[in-house]
C-alpha cells in the first residue's frame, strides 16, 4: 500500500520556530489566567481594588477579550507548507485523509468572520444597547449595567432600598403594610358586570386561553391580549410599551439595565405644564419623546411560557419604584420638605402563561444610612389564575381594569395638586359619561358601592 508522501507532514521553518520559542507567548487561556492573578496580586495591595464578581456579563468579556487577542495563523507561515495536494501528487487515500481533517485552512480569506467569537456577539448589539461590539470598547462599557436575569440584579435593587415583596428585613424593622392597602384591594376586587357569566361566558374564556396560548413568546403579545386585558374601560390616559426607560434618573448606583415594561400607562403629556416637566423631566418623563406618557404608575410585564417568574417580579418590582417616585414627586411639587403618606402609588403587574400577580408600591423617608434616598418598599396585593378556570379568569381581568381607573385617579389628583401649587386651575373632574363603556354595564359597576372593608 503506498504511503503517503512524508513532505506532506506540516512543518514549521526553523525561524518560525525559533521566534515562536524565543518570544514569550502574549495571548491565550494561559496568559490570561496569569493576569487574573497578577490582577488579584494587585488588589491584594491595594484596598482600594476589588477583583471583578464573575457575572455572566464579565465572563464574556473575558471570552471575547481573549478571542480578539488571538490572531489568525499567519498567511506567510501557510505559505511554506506544502502545496503538493494541488499537484495531484497525492493517493485518494491521503487525499480522504487529508479531507476528513478539514482540508486546508482557509481562514485568511478576506472578510472572514473571526469564529473564535460567541455568536451572540458577531453583529449583535451589546446588552445595553449601546450598539454592536468593537474591539475599542473598555470592559466597564460593557458591564456597567445589571440585567434582570443575573442573580446580582435583586441585590442591587435591595442595597438601595428598592425592596420585594415580603422581604425578610434583618437590618431593621419590617415596614407597616401601606396605609391604603385595605383600599386598594377592594377596588381590585370590586365586580365588573361586564364579565359576569352571562356576559364572560365558556365560549369568550377559551377564546381567552387562545389568545394567550397564541403570545409564546415575549415579543408575541398581541393587541388581542390587550383587549381583553383592558376591555372597553375608556382609559382617559395614553399607553406606550417596549420601550427602554432612559430618561429618567437612575433609582440604583452601580445602575442597571433601563426599564423596558411590555406596557405602561401615563398621563397625557399636555396635562402638566411645560415648566413643571421640566423641572421634573429626569423623574415624570421616561423618554426623550415628549409624546410618550408622563408620569406612569401602572404597568405591565409579560412572560411566556419560557419565561421565569422571578425575573418577572424584579421587574415589576422596578417598574413600581419608577411609577411611585414619580406620582411622590408630582403630590410634593413645590415644598419645602417632601411628606410620605405610607399610600400606594403605582401598581405593576407580571402576566406570566395566564396567572396574573399584581404589587403595590409606596414610599417611605429616607433612612440614616442614605439620607438622600427614599425606601420603596413593595406590597404584594392579589393574584390569579386568568388561565385555570373561567372564574378566576374575569376576576383577574376585572382587577386588571379596576387597577387601571384607579391608578388614573391617582395620577390625576397628583397632576392636579401641582398644578394648584403651580397656581394653575385643575384639570376637569374625568368624564365618564363620554366612556366607550358608558352604555354598557361597566357603568353600573362604577355606581356600585363598594364591598366592606377587610377585617
Known sequence: MPQPNSSLKRKRSPSTRDE???????????????????????????????????????????????????????????????????????????????????????????????????????????????????????????????????????????????????????????????????????????????????????????????????????????????????????????????????NITPLTDPEVTHAKPDLYYGAAPELVPVQMRTALSNIVEPTTDNSRPVAPNMFLEYKGKDGSTSVAELQAVHYGAIGARAIHALENYGLASPVFDGNVKAISVYFYNGFMRFYGTYVLPPTPAKPDRPVFVTAHLTGFDSAGRARSCREGLSAYRNALEWTLEVRTAAINTARTRFSLPPEPPLNRQTSAESDSTDELARAMPPPKRRG
Open 20 to 246: 515562536a520559542d524565543d518570544k514569550p507567548a502574549e495571548t491565550g487561556p494561559l496568559c490570561c489566567e496569569q493576569k487574573r492573578v497578577d490582577s488579584a496580586n494587585d488588589s491584594g495591595s491595594d484596598p482600594q481594588k476589588q477583583p471583578p464578581r464573575l457575572t455572566r456579563s464579565a465572563l464574556r468579556e473575558l471570552q471575547h477579550q481573549i478571542a480578539q487577542a488571538t490572531p489568525p495563523p499567519s498567511s506567510l507561515t501557510r505559505r511554506k507548507k506544502p502545496s503538493r495536494a494541488r499537484r495531484g501528487s497525492l493517493d485518494p487515500q491521503a487525499l480522504s485523509r487529508f479531507a476528513r481533517h478539514g482540508g486546508p485552512d482557509l481562514r485568511d480569506i478576506i472578510s472572514y468572520p473571526n469564529l473564535d467569537m460567541p455568536p451572540k456577539k458577531r453583529g449583535r448589539p451589546a446588552k445595553n444597547g449601546a450598539g454592536p461590539a468593537s474591539s475599542d470598547r473598555t470592559p466597564s462599557s460593557r458591564t456597567s449595567r445589571t440585567s434582570p436575569y443575573e442573580a446580582e440584579y435583586k441585590q442591587a435593587l435591595i442595597d438601595n432600598q428598592i425592596y420585594p415583596p415580603d422581604y425578610n428585613f434583618v437590618d431593621r424593622p419590617t415596614p407597616a403594610p401601606p396605609d391604603n392597602q385595605d383600599e386598594v384591594m377592594e377596588r381590585l376586587d370590586r365586580a365588573r358586570p361586564s364579565l359576569s357569566p352571562e356576559v364572560f361566558g365558556e365560549d369568550e374564556y377559551l377564546k381567552f386561553r387562545k389568545t394567550v396560548a397564541a403570545c409564546h413568546e415575549e415579543t408575541l403579545v398581541s393587541m388581542d391580549l390587550t383587549r381583553y386585558l383592558e376591555g372597553e374601560v375608556e382609559l382617559q390616559q395614553r399607553r406606550c410599551g417596549n420601550v427602554p426607560f432612559g
